[in-house]
């Protein structure tokens, strides 16, 4: 049995928790596994094939796992962003939690299959990974990994849509948003929309039908809301059954919240977002 | 009544361009890129070299050309004190789909079955008068097809109307309806005799066997585990990843569930639409009080799985999955179709297979 | 015309039930249709205003009324606060109608013991005009209605008529610290009251409309008195959209509220799954 099975049996059967949010070997590869017995540790396995960001099943909208008592929860580097936002959010209690924090290398693009992380098979937001070694832990497993490959393909792109006409820019967006089907699922993965009732999911003023206008303001409104609070984990773009490029969405948004605050959302829970705080340097322009 | 024939792919290839050049509407699988790759959809196909006549299977269902992700049932119009009503014509232009999975144009003819239910839905059958099928027999897909567990077979002729098999130089073509007959009588010139139909039935006994391979199920006796366990402790644990965003619904062939909701397009003018919609959400069974009858995940997760192997089959004679796994492969919690009615399967035989 | 295209109506009324709650009766603009349409007292419909959307309620006046139909509503989404907002002579749509309906052919010849709560007297309503409207084939007419106060008693002018009838013994309540200086009814739940007014289970069917609680506590009081739970009718309501068994959201394990119901006996749901 390696270290991070070990350990999970130990905080099982010790009933230091009573789940362990981590991954498990699924039909179509790596998949989210929830732990609940020490002989069932052994079915845990992390490995590059680990691209989902778990720590959304701790918001308080999964009430089913919540029932479960409490957790331990399985993180790569990046996911103690997501989990930071969560305690800086009030949604999760730091002391409620058991983290344990695994060393990585770099995530795969395609979690069904198998391969070691190349420059062409490493995801594109783990490129420029500056949080290999997670620090909000209460454990950390595995060995030192490298560095992985390559310079994100997203900055590029962003660039070449900022080089853009407006006119062009829109047109780009209204190919890609156009094929939305207005599923949601963009919103049910993501650990920033805990939201106890989504503004998508009343009546008004949101038109919920999956045409154009509809879903050119779902995603504004959802892009706008992530703002200075996405960490770029990328499980919204990856769920998405249309292939919409989300990412590009939230980190040019990111890189205007960091253009303009200096802020970018990292894994402290004590830090503050420009939301929440006022900075006499904030550029004021616009109520001018 | 059916009758053969033999079509080679340039054949088929110039009969799409007859179609397209004559107005007709063709969809059939093609190439989508997005800047995150490529991905293969059923599409409109404006020229006939985008076609793709190969064995992946398109993202998402066939489901779009009969029940559109959003579709307009109705307009209005105020008018001074008074509103005027504007019908959707429930008849539509002719279209013919080339390509089709065989378990895609099985599921039309499922649903159609609570499309019927006492009440006709004319948008529904509108459309489905007005489209010829032409499928393609599928080599058996990957490890999440299921087809021939419901009954189903990846060269199944079921709600096509020529299906058209792989032999030397071109298809076997199965005629199947009188729609189909027509469609081939108008473009007689592109097909010729019958040959090939040996070949045609190896490749579809090829097909069954690989797909026989995933999954073996006695519906009957899931049915029956089915209805009588709705409070089992299995509906618990298998929910838990789940996050219910209904991506499984949406690109399900099958899955037909919809919203009706209003919406403006002008000062005192609007219409109303149909979305899709699924089980799997809170809000779709979320009541004005708040009460929600499905509260949690997995009696959510139970609700799909009950309406596909147990209350349709019930109501319908037919089980609501053509075993297509697109589910699967699109779920972001990993969830599998295929693993839980194995297990249900296995519940149900007691164990034995 | 196709299957969700409603009829278009006329707003003719408006009363205001409650503080919360309003009836609007509604006219078939087309007159043939006003000429042509029926239902049956317990089927609904979908009830819309245009833009805002449609919304299920139950027909709440008799089908023995001709030409209109009416619906009582409470404000609680998007489509009830706009069905607030409409003036007299407003156009609305309205489909319908749909489900099955109280067996009144059946109850012909015996007593109908109505018990309702709250706004759940508005498809009892219906039932009881219909029953009224043809009283002398019915036996013993009793009706047990209570709300949580004075104020949330709806229909009050007919509550009045009632009172006033000899071949109706109406029993009206509200709950506990609900009742006002001037109030002359009973104090109590509906449950307390329906065994207070214990009516005779002989020949008798019962219809029971109202909060769930409400109804899960009558239940075993008129088993106690001897209904048994064929003779026991109820409505269920749940979030419908299409209301012809297509939108897929209605269904209770292997029943669809819509094209099954809304009328069940009390029998019949014990069978359900616990899931309304």
Redesign the interface.
């Known amino acids: 049995m390696g270290e991070l099975q070990e350990l999970a049996r130990k905080l099982l059967a010790d009933g230091a928790v009573k789940v362990v949010i981590g991954y498990e070997e699924g039909p179509r590869g790596v998949r989210p596994a929830f732990i609940t017995t020490p002989k069932d540790a052994d079915r845990l396995v992390f490995d590059e094939r680990c691209v989902h960001n778990l720590t959304m099943y701790l918001t308080p909208t999964r009430k089913h796992i919540a029932a479960l008592g409490k957790p331990a929860i399985i993180v790569k580097g990046c996911d103690t962003r997501s989990l930071a936002g969560l305690i800086r959010q009030s949604q999760v209690k730091r002391e409620n939690v058991v983290v344990i924090g695994a060393r990585c290398g770099g995530v795969l693009k395609d979690p069904s299959v198998k391969a070691a992380i190349a420059e062409d098979t490493v995801a594109d937001r783990c490129r420029g990974c500056t949080i290999r070694e997670p620090r909000l832990v209460d454990h950390l497993v595995g060995e030192p990994k490298p560095a992985p490959p390559g310079k994100s393909l997203v900055d590029q792109k962003i660039d070449e849509l900022d080089a853009m006409t407006p006119e062009q820019r829109l047109a780009f967006w209204h190919e890609q948003l156009s094929r939305c089907i207005r599923c949601h699922a963009c919103r049910e993965v993501c650990p920033n929309c805990f939201c106890v009732r989504c503004l998508a999911d009343k009546a008004e003023p949101l038109e919920s039908s999956a045409h154009l206008r509809g879903n050119m303001a779902w995603h504004m409104v959802r892009a706008m809301h992530q703002a200075g609070r996405c960490v770029d984990c990328g499980e919204c773009e990856r769920v998405c059954p249309a292939d919409i490029p989300l990412r590009l969405l939230n980190r040019k948004i990111a890189r205007v919240i960091e253009a303009r605050f200096g802020h970018r959302p990292d894994d402290d829970p004590e830090s503050t977002a420009p939301i929440g705080s006022f900075q006499p340097e904030d550029g004021q322009e616009f109520i001018r | 009544m059916t009758r053969k024939a033999f079509i080679t792919e340039s054949d088929v290839r110039a009969l799409a361009a007859d179609l397209i050049a004559a107005g007709t509407r063709v969809v059939a699988p093609g190439r989508v890129g997005t800047p995150l790759g490529e991905r293969i959809e059923y599409r409109v196909a404006n020229k006939v070299d985008e076609i793709l006549l190969g064995q992946d299977e398109p993202a998402r269902s066939l489901k779009d050309f009969f029940l559109p992700p959003t579709d307009v049932i109705l307009a209005w119009q105020e008018k001074k004190d008074q509103v005027e009503l504007t019908p959707v014509s429930s008849t539509f232009a002719p279209q013919v789909i080339i390509g089709a999975k065989p378990c895609d144009a099985a599921a039309l003819e499922i649903v159609d079955k609570v499309m019927d239910w006492d009440y006709h839905d004319e948008l529904w059958f509108g459309r489905r008068a007005a489209t010829t099928i032409i499928t393609l027999a599928c080599e058996g897909g990957d490890r999440s097809c299921f087809c021939t567990a419901v009954g189903l077979e990846p060269s199944g002729t079921r709600g096509s109307d020529v299906l058209l098999t792989p032999a030397a130089g071109g298809y076997s073509a199965e005629i199947l309806t009188d729609k189909g007959e027509k469609l081939v009588a108008a473009h007689a010139v592109r097909f010729g005799a019958d040959k090939g139909a040996d070949e045609a039935r190896a490749f579809a006994e090829k097909g069954r066997k690989r797909v026989d391979a995933n999954l073996g199920l006695k519906p009957a006796e899931v049915r029956k585990w089915l209805a009588g366990h709705f409070d089992d402790a299995f509906w618990k644990s298998i929910a838990l990843a789940c996050h219910g965003c209904g991506a499984c619904a949406s690109v399900c062939p099958t899955c037909h569930c919809f919203d009706i909701v209003d919406e403006c397009e002008g000062l005192g003018c609007g219409v109303r639409r149909r979305n899709w919609d699924t089980c799997q959400t809170a809000k779709f069974t979320m009541h004005g009080s708040g009460h929600n009858p499905r509260a949690d995940q997995s009696s959510r997760m139970r609700q799909r799985v009950m309406h596909k192997f147990c209350i349709y089959p019930e109501r319908f004679g037919e089980i609501l999955c053509t075993g297509c796994g697109r589910c699967a492969r699109v779920c972001p919690g990993g969830m599998d179709i295929l693993e839980v009615v194995s297990k249900v399967n296995e519940m149900a035989c007691g164990g034995a297979k | 015309?196709?299957?969700?295209?409603?009829y278009?109506m006329r707003v003719d009324e408006i009363i205001d039930e409650t503080v919360d709650t309003r009836t609007l009766k509604l006219a078939f603009k087309d007159p043939a249709v006003a000429e042509s349409f029926t239902f049956k007292a317990g089927q609904f419909g979908e009830y819309?205003?245009?833009?805002?959307?449609?919304c299920t309620f139950c027909v709440a006046s008799s089908p023995t009324r001709k030409g209109y139909i009416e619906c009582s509503f409470?404000k609680?989404?998007?489509?009830?606060s706009a069905m607030r907002d409409v003036d007299v002579?407003?156009?609305m749509g309205f489909r319908g109608p749909y489900g099955n309906s109280f067996p009144l052919d059946k109850m012909e010849g015996k007593s109908v013991v109505f018990i309702a709560g709250g706004i759940g007297l508005a498809p009892v309503r219906c039932v009881i005009w219909n029953v009224l409207d043809l009283r002398d084939r019915f036996k013993d007419v009793t009706i047990v209605y209570g709300a949580r106060t004075v104020g949330d008693l709806v229909y009050k002018r007919e509550l009045a008529q009632w009172a006033a009838r000899k071949d109706v013994k109406l029993w009206q309540t509200v709950d506990p610290g609900g009742e006002t200086p001037d109030w002359k009814g009973e104090i109590g739940f509906v449950p307390t009251i329906v065994g207070k007014a214990a009516p005779s289970p002989k020949d008798a069917y019962a219809i029971v409309c109202g909060p769930p609680v409400m109804i899960k506590f009558t239940l075993p009081v008129l088993a106690k008195l001897g209904f048994s739970d064929e003779t026991i009718y109820t409505t269920l309501?749940?979030?419908m959209?299409?209301g012809?068994?297509?939108?897929?959201?209605c269904?209770?394990?292997?029943v669809y509220v819509c094209?099954d119901g809304p009328v069940f006996t009390a029998a019949e749901i014990k069978k359900l799954?616990?899931?309304?």
């Open positions: 015309m196709n299957l969700y295209q409603p278009l819309s205003v245009f833009g805002a959307g449609e409470k609680v989404g998007r489509v009830t002579g407003a156009t309501e749940n979030r959209k299409c012809v068994g297509k939108c897929g959201r269904n209770i394990g292997p094209k799954p616990q899931e309304f």
